[in-house]
């Protein structure tokens, strides 16, 4: 029989793909792109499978012309003065 999954397990993975994402999101709005070195921490902290979907997730949504997603990548001048 397979193994229930209790719901403190979802919120547990739930804020682990939120951390993920957001830490993706902030390399790319800083750098322009993902480096290498935030997705080997990503996936030694979380493991491949969450930081793969969270990648996946926001490449996805930006490829798809996602507004929201698009105002938040872009590089806001006003930080840099």
């Known amino acids: 029989m397979a193994k229930l999954v209790q719901n403190e397990d979802y919120t547990e993975l739930g804020k682990a793909d939120l951390e993920c994402e957001e830490a993706i999101m902030k ?11 935030l997705m080997k921490h990503l996936r030694s902290k979380y493991g491949n499978v969450i930081a793969n979907r969270a990648l996946s997730r926001i490449n ?10 698009k105002t938040q990548l872009t590089p806001s001048f006003e930080d840099d003065f």
Do not use: A, F, N
């Open 60 to 69: 996805k949504r930006v490829s798809i012309g996602s507004l929201r997603i």
């Open 27 to 37: 390399d790319k709005t800083r750098y322009g792109r993902v480096r290498t070195t």
